[in-house]
C-alpha cells in the first residue's frame, strides 16, 4: 500500500454507488475495508478518549465515519495523506455533535413505577416490591447515581456529564449507594450478610 489507499478499478455493485456522484474508478467496498483496516483502531481509539471511554459510543461514531467516508470516496480518492486527517476531522465532528446533542436532550429518567411489569412472575414481583421499598429508604442522590449506572446502564463519564459532576464522585456515591442498598436489603432479609 505504500502510504496510499488502494482503489479498485471494479465497477461499484448496483446500489452501492454514491448516488449523485458515481465513479468507476473507485471500489466503495475496497475502500471502506481499507479505511477500517488501516485507521479503524486508531479511529475507535481518539474517539474512546474524546468521549472519556465511552467505548460502545466511540463504535458508533466510527461506523458513522466509515458511512461518510464511503459516501466521499470518489472525492478522497487514494491520497492516504487527504484521507487521514479528513477521517480525524469527522471523528471530531460527530463526537462534538454528540456533546451537544446530550446538553439539548439531557438523559431522561424514568420512574421506577413505569416499569413494564407484565413478564414478572409472583415471586420476581414480590422481590422487585421490596427492592423498590429499600430504594426508598437512599438519599434522592443515591437512587438517581443507581438508576443512571445499574438501570439505565450508564457509564461512570455519562453519569458524570448528566449530573455534572467529576467522575470520582460518580464512584463515590455509586459505592455508598450500594452499600446502603445492601444494608437496606440485608434488614429486609433478601441479601445474606
Not at 173 to 183: C, E, I
Request: proline share 6%.
Amino acid at each position: 500500500m505504500n502510504g496510499t489507499l488502494e482503489a479498485g478499478t471494479a465497477t461499484p455493485a448496483p446500489g452501492r454507488a454514491h448516488p449523485r456522484h458515481s465513479s468507476p474508478d473507485v471500489d466503495y467496498d475496497t475502500f471502506v475495508r481499507t479505511v477500517y483496516d488501516r485507521y479503524g483502531p486508531l479511529l475507535l481509539r481518539y474517539a474512546t478518549r474524546l468521549l472519556d471511554g465511552d467505548w460502545h459510543k466511540a463504535e458508533d461514531i466510527l461506523q458513522e465515519t466509515a458511512a461518510r467516508a464511503w459516501k466521499h470516496a470518489p472525492y478522497l480518492g487514494t491520497r492516504d495523506e487527504l484521507v487521514r486527517p479528513w477521517l480525524f476531522t469527522v471523528v471530531k465532528n460527530l463526537v462534538i455533535d454528540h456533546h451537544r446533542s446530550r446538553q439539548i436532550r439531557p438523559l431522561e429518567l424514568r420512574p421506577a413505577e413505569e416499569l413494564d411489569t407484565a413478564w414478572e412472575t409472583p415471586e420476581t414481583l414480590l422481590t422487585l416490591h421490596v427492592v423498590l421499598e429499600a430504594l426508598e429508604e437512599l438519599t434522592e442522590q443515591q437512587r438517581t447515581v443507581i438508576r443512571l449506572m445499574y438501570y439505565l446502564e450508564c457509564s461512570v463519564a455519562q453519569a458524570a456529564e448528566h449530573l455534572g459532576i467529576p467522575p470520582g464522585t460518580v464512584k463515590s456515591r455509586a459505592f455508598y449507594a450500594l452499600r446502603a442498598l445492601r444494608k437496606a436489603l440485608e434488614e429486609r432479609g433478601m441479601v445474606g450478610t
